[in-house]
């Protein structure tokens, strides 16, 4: 069985600080490991995705996730936050030889000036 | 541009009433999905269909219904035994074979029980 777990469901910061957003897998198989965001009555976009082909993985708008086999955790950081980096994030996990997916119960980031 | 459009944006359902949620793709995927989201819960998956004509249940299917005539069209119905349809219902879809590919999603519908 594959699980997903968002420690965080929601994280606050100000504006310029550093984003970090925790997410742990449980699987017994390698995984394939997503970020989306999801802004207001929105649907998701991709941020980035894990391929096996290296451990850090870079997205869009600045974010990065780096994936820990020994810790089985995938968590997305950004140096500086900005203010339309607020919205909900969702860490995504699939198995081989899965067309479905899993998905955490998301972190909804707040940004303040 | 290519993507995904889910129709309409609201949707009112009066009780005992079935409603259809329209999505439809032109990036020439294989794989569609339905999922439906609740505000703390994260997105559950309702059905997916891998191939035209074939589709399968997913965790929460009851009072639901889907097809999947064309490859570019997956509807999705909320029947009257579904007790608690309020939520927001997202579709997306992907192309199968490799297992790194993301899935894409449209911009939802958001269901409301008058």
């Known amino acids: 069985a594959q699980s997903v777990t968002q420690l965080d469901s929601h994280v606050s910061v100000s504006e310029g600080t550093p984003v970090l957003l925790r997410c742990n897998y449980s699987s017994s198989y390698s995984p394939s490991l997503f970020w989306y965001v999801q802004h207001p009555n929105k649907g998701l976009q991709l941020l980035l995705k894990y391929t096996s082909a290296a451990t850090l993985v870079k997205g869009i708008n600045g974010f990065e996730a780096e994936f820990k086999k020994s810790e089985t955790s995938f968590h997305l950081t950004k140096p500086s936050a900005h203010m339309s980096d607020a919205a909900e994030y969702f860490c995504v996990v699939r198995l081989s030889g899965y067309s479905t997916l899993t998905f955490g119960k998301g972190t909804m980031l707040l940004v303040s000036p | 541009d290519g993507g995904i459009t889910q129709s309409p944006k609201y949707l009112f359902r009066k009780e005992g009433q079935n409603v259809t949620l329209s999505c439809e793709q032109n990036?020439?995927?294989?794989?569609m999905y339905w999922y439906r989201q609740d505000p703390g819960q994260g997105l559950r998956l309702i059905y997916y269909?891998?191939?035209?004509?074939?589709?399968q249940k997913g965790d929460i299917a009851e009072g639901y219904s889907v097809s999947r005539e064309k490859k570019e069209s997956f509807p999705l119905t909320v029947t009257s035994a579904q007790k608690n349809p309020t939520a927001f219902y997202l579709c997306?879809?992907?192309?199968?074979?490799?297992?790194?590919?993301?899935?894409?999603f449209g911009d939802g519908t958001r269901l409301s029980i008058l």
């Open positions: 269909s891998q191939i035209v004509n074939d589709f």
């Open positions: 990036l020439n995927h294989d794989a």
């Open positions: 997306a879809s992907t192309q199968t074979g490799e297992r790194n590919q993301p899935q894409h």
